[in-house]
C-alpha cells in the first residue's frame, strides 16, 4: 500500500488484492469513504472542490497542497495555467504509473479534469520549477 492509503498491487500470501482495477473502474471520487456526497460526480460548479478533495486523497500525503511544507505541489507545476496540458499530464503520467516515486494513480476525465482545475488555482508566486529526476536540468 502506498502512503495514499492505496493498495496498489497484489500480495498474494496476504489475501490482498489491488484497488487499482476498482479504481480505474468507479473513481476516487465514487469510492473513497471520506468524499462528500455532493462531490461524488463532477460539474462545473463543484470541480474546484473535488479537485481539491482529490488532491488531499491522492496527492496531500507527500505534497503539501500550500506553498509552504513538503514537495509543494504547485511548485511542480511550474506555474502552469493550462488546465488541459495539466489533465493530460495527470492521466499521461500518473495515471499510467509512468513516474518514478509516485504510485500509479488512475483518474478519470471528470476527476483528471477536476484535479487540474484545482492545481491550477494554486497558481504559485513565479519561482524556478523544482527539478525532477525525471527531467534534469543541464548544469
Ligand atoms: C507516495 C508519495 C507521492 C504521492 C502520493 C504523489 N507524489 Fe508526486 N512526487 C513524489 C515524489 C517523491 C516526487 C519527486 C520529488 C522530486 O523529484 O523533487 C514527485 C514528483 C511529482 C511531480 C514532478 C514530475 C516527476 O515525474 O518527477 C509531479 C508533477 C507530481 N509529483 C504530482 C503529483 C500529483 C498531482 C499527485 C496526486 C495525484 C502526486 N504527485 C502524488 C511523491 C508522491
Not at 509516485?102 to 487540474?116: Q, T
Amino acid at each position: 500500500m502506498y502512503s495514499n492509503q492505496v493498495i496498489a498491487r497484489d500480495v498474494p500470501g496476504l489475501d490482498i488484492k489491488s484497488e487499482i482495477p476498482l479504481l480505474e473502474k468507479k473513481g476516487f471520487l465514487q469510492t473513497q469513504v471520506f468524499v462528500p456526497d455532493r462531490l461524488r460526480n463532477v460539474n462545473p460548479h463543484n470541480a474546484l472542490e473535488a479537485g481539491r478533495s482529490l488532491a488531499l486523497t491522492t496527492c496531500s500525503n507527500c505534497h503539501s497542497l500550500s506553498s509552504t511544507g513538503m514537495r509543494p505541489l504547485a511548485n511542480y507545476f511550474g506555474g502552469n495555467t493550462d488546465v488541459a496540458m495539466v489533465q493530460t499530464y495527470l492521466q499521461g503520467a500518473l495515471g499510467t504509473g509512468n513516474t518514478i516515486y509516485m504510485p500509479h494513480i488512475p483518474l478519470n476525465d471528470d476527476e483528471a479534469y477536476a484535479l487540474a482545475r484545482f492545481i491550477v488555482s494554486l497558481n504559485p508566486s513565479p519561482q524556478p520549477v523544482v527539478r525532477t529526476a525525471a527531467a534534469p536540468e543541464k548544469e
